[in-house]
């Protein structure tokens, strides 16, 4: 810093206002190439991530391998509309993944919740997008959380952890009221309005 | 003379001058990824990257950046280095990017490398900058390691998502939430300066 020559202070300041322009180019520039050329793939993640989280819904294990998801969701999901999906399992019966949105502690929970093809008892719930605490409400991605949903019938009510085995039951996080309602909530506004949302797509 | 002086920077950085548990930086980070040993290892090669180009590249401008607006400099370098981890953490490891959420993001306000810019970035050769950077960053994640080790085993019984401990053990909730990382690093600093660095004790 002592090499330079002083300068004036009106050059002084145009270098100063010149110099962060110059990096903020630069830098942003930089961002901006890294950002284009990871573009594709972070797409593709994400909509593989999406369709992972379908397949789970509906009860059907997705594979490990991002083609061969792929492949299984074209086999076997078909939109039906920007709600719901129906998908077909190995055992030929068609089961229905509906798209939902609830309110969290810190903001919106987004839920893939599978119905069975009578509309009756619940395939999976994946709850694929919120921003919970982690270690407590971010519990509910975990899987001891959406697998206790699996072939029970609803509406649903929270229990202690531990105890919501029953039909109409599920285990609360411990100490995530708020997420816990909210997801509970997600689960029994998908089976109420199931049926008007699949009898309106047909 | 240089290599003198790279290995004074990285024993200082590993050991008495630790940014984790003698200046007590980046704690907020320390505290936050520390519950599974494989996340903590992806923010901490993210740190590391961070702090040694951010200081590389602060150190190679420090003779135009003007004294005035270096802070804004900084920051947009550091800002720069961090967005672009995020997006490769995103391309090749969506899984565990999602993971860590906003905290890869929250790398540019880690004080380490704000630290390590103002502090010595700004009054060295671009090399030696380099090497205090990688070691610094090198400093901070084996603490977290440590730590990251001893939570995940208690709390989840695992070591890197393995089974280690078998169902005898009854799993420490409170180790992977966030309680237990403030025991975790206290009982680690407490371990470290009361064993190790005695002689300095109660010196500040």
């Given at each position: 810093?002592?090499?330079?020559?002083?300068?004036?202070?009106?050059?002084?300041?145009?270098?100063?206002?010149?110099?962060?322009?110059?990096?903020?180019?630069?830098?942003?520039?930089?961002?901006?190439?890294?950002?284009?050329?990871?573009?594709?793939?972070?797409?593709?993640?994400?909509?593989?991530?999406?369709?992972?989280?379908?397949?789970?819904?509906?009860?059907?294990?997705?594979?490990?391998?991002?083609?061969?998801?792929?492949?299984?969701?074209?086999?076997?999901?078909?939109?039906?509309?920007?709600?719901?999906?129906?998908?077909?399992?190995?055992?030929?019966?068609?089961?229905?993944?509906?798209?939902?949105?609830?309110?969290?502690?810190?903001?919106?929970?987004?839920?893939?919740?599978?119905?069975?093809?009578?509309?009756?008892?619940?395939?999976?719930?994946?709850?694929?997008?919120?921003?919970?605490?982690?270690?407590?409400?971010?519990?509910?991605?975990?899987?001891?959380?959406?697998?206790?949903?699996?072939?029970?019938?609803?509406?649903?009510?929270?229990?202690?952890?531990?105890?919501?085995?029953?039909?109409?039951?599920?285990?609360?996080?411990?100490?995530?009221?708020?997420?816990?309602?909210?997801?509970?909530?997600?689960?029994?506004?998908?089976?109420?309005?199931?049926?008007?949302?699949?009898?309106?797509?047909? | 003379?240089?290599?003198?002086?790279?290995?004074?920077?990285?024993?200082?950085?590993?050991g008495r001058?630790?940014?984790?548990?003698v200046?007590?930086?980046?704690?907020?980070?320390?505290?936050?990824?520390?519950?599974?040993?494989?996340?903590?290892?992806?923010?901490?090669?993210?740190?590391?990257?961070?702090?040694?180009?951010?200081?590389?590249?602060?150190?190679?401008?420090?003779?135009?950046?003007?004294?005035?607006?270096?802070?804004?400099?900084?920051?947009?370098?550091?800002?720069?280095?961090?967005?672009?981890?995020?997006?490769?953490?995103?391309?090749?490891?969506?899984?565990?990017?999602?993971?860590?959420?906003?905290?890869?993001?929250?790398?540019?306000?880690?004080?380490?490398?704000?630290?390590?810019?103002?502090?010595?970035?700004?009054?060295?050769?671009?090399?030696?900058?380099?090497?205090?950077?990688?070691?610094?960053?090198?400093?901070?994640?084996?603490?977290?390691?440590?730590?990251?080790?001893?939570?995940?085993?208690?709390?989840?019984?695992?070591?890197?998502?393995?089974?280690?401990?078998?169902?005898?053990?009854?799993?420490?909730?409170?180790?992977?939430?966030?309680?237990?990382?403030?025991?975790?690093?206290?009982?680690?600093?407490?371990?470290?300066k009361g064993r190790f660095l005695r002689d300095e004790g109660g010196a500040?």
């Amino acid at each position: 810093m002592s090499g330079r020559k002083p300068r004036s202070k009106g050059r002084e300041r145009l270098f100063t206002v010149f110099f962060m322009f110059a990096v903020t180019v630069v830098f942003v520039a930089a961002v901006s190439a890294a950002h284009l050329f990871a573009r594709d793939a972070i797409k593709r993640n994400e909509s593989l991530f999406l369709k992972r989280s379908v397949l789970a819904a509906a009860g059907i294990a997705a594979p490990a391998d991002g083609a061969a998801v792929e492949k299984l969701y074209a086999d076997r999901v078909r939109a039906a509309d920007g709600r719901h999906y129906r998908v077909l399992r190995h055992d030929g019966d068609a089961v229905y993944v509906f798209t939902r949105r609830g309110t969290g502690l810190w903001g919106p929970i987004d839920a893939h919740v599978g119905l069975d093809a009578a509309l009756d008892r619940l395939t999976g719930v994946d709850f694929y997008a919120h921003g919970e605490t982690p270690g407590l409400g971010a519990r509910i991605s975990e899987p001891w959380f959406t697998a206790q949903f699996r072939g029970k019938k609803g509406p649903f009510r929270p229990q202690p952890e531990g105890t919501g085995a029953a039909d109409g039951r599920f285990d609360a996080v411990t100490g995530a009221t708020v997420t816990t309602t909210a997801a509970g909530d997600i689960v029994n506004g998908v089976i109420a309005d199931a049926p008007g949302i699949v009898g309106g797509g047909r | 003379m240089n290599l003198k002086k790279m290995r004074t920077v990285t024993i200082a950085n590993l050991g008495r001058e630790n940014q984790v548990f003698v200046h007590v930086l980046g704690i907020c980070s320390t505290l936050a990824v520390t519950n599974d040993l494989r996340n903590t290892l992806v923010m901490c090669l993210g740190l590391i990257f961070t702090t040694g180009l951010s200081n590389l590249t602060i150190s190679a401008l420090r003779s135009w950046i003007p004294q005035r607006v270096r802070m804004m400099v900084t920051t947009l370098i550091i800002a720069a280095y961090v967005i672009i981890v995020d997006i490769v953490l995103k391309a090749t490891a969506p899984d565990i990017s999602r993971q860590l959420g906003p905290y890869v993001g929250l790398i540019i306000t880690n004080c380490i490398i704000m630290g390590r810019a103002e502090a010595f970035a700004l009054t060295n050769r671009p090399l030696l900058s380099l090497v205090d950077g990688i070691t610094a960053g090198i400093g901070y994640s084996w603490v977290l390691m440590v730590i990251a080790f001893l939570r995940e085993l208690m709390g989840s019984g695992t070591v890197w998502g393995i089974a280690v401990l078998g169902d005898w053990w009854v799993k420490w909730s409170i180790m992977v939430m966030a309680p237990g990382a403030f025991f975790m690093l206290a009982l680690f600093v407490w371990v470290v300066k009361g064993r190790f660095l005695r002689d300095e004790g109660g010196a500040k």
